[in-house]
């Protein structure tokens, strides 16, 4: 899915987290002040949609990087999960742990699905891009996941040359 025409985060200031890694230590938004950040949230570790979103932003990390943006994923999935996926993957990519789900929610990005038929509560794979200022500059919901980070990076890229 393309980027949003209208979001009601867009243009404010993102909501601010402090999250454990993978190993447990807390990492906060407040920690890439000056920096751009690629956050994306998704269902769940191990999953098909998930592992092609995930080992695209890895293939990727190194052009986020000259562009001046960290790259953060984040689920309701443990550290410990979180882990294991990585390792399973060869993923450098940060991956945070909301198990309580207080920052999708804050993210809007929490709600309802249909799984098999059934309608459940649960992680929908949306992506912002916050800028150095903390304040979302784009907003992408329900995404696909191939080829998300490219469109991602070309936002990026657009917005930081000023014609995005």
């Given at each position: 899915m393309a980027e949003?025409?209208?979001?009601?985060?867009t243009g404010r200031q993102a909501p601010p987290f402090c999250l454990?890694?993978?190993?447990g230590k807390k990492v906060c938004l407040e920690d890439y002040r000056g920096k751009w950040v690629?956050?994306?949230f998704y269902p769940k570790d191990n999953t098909p949609g998930c592992t092609l979103e995930a080992l695209q932003f890895n293939a990727a990390i190194e052009e986020f990087a000259g562009l001046g943006a960290q790259v953060i994923g984040v689920s309701g999935d443990s550290g410990g999960s979180h882990r294991k996926f990585a390792d399973?993957?060869?993923?450098s990519i940060l991956l945070?742990?909301?198990t309580g789900h207080e920052v999708i929610k804050a993210y809007d990005s929490w709600k309802p699905l249909t799984i098999f038929g059934k309608e459940i509560l649960g992680t929908r794979r949306d992506t912002f891009l916050i800028d150095p200022y903390g304040i979302v500059a784009s907003v992408w919901?329900?995404?696909?996941?191939?080829?998300h980070a490219e469109e991602v990076r070309s936002t990026l890229l657009a917005?930081?040359?000023g014609s995005g």
């Open positions: 949003q025409e209208y979001d009601p985060i454990p890694d993978a190993e690629v956050l994306y399973k993957y060869s993923l945070l742990s909301d919901r329900s995404v696909n996941p191939k080829g917005k930081k040359s």
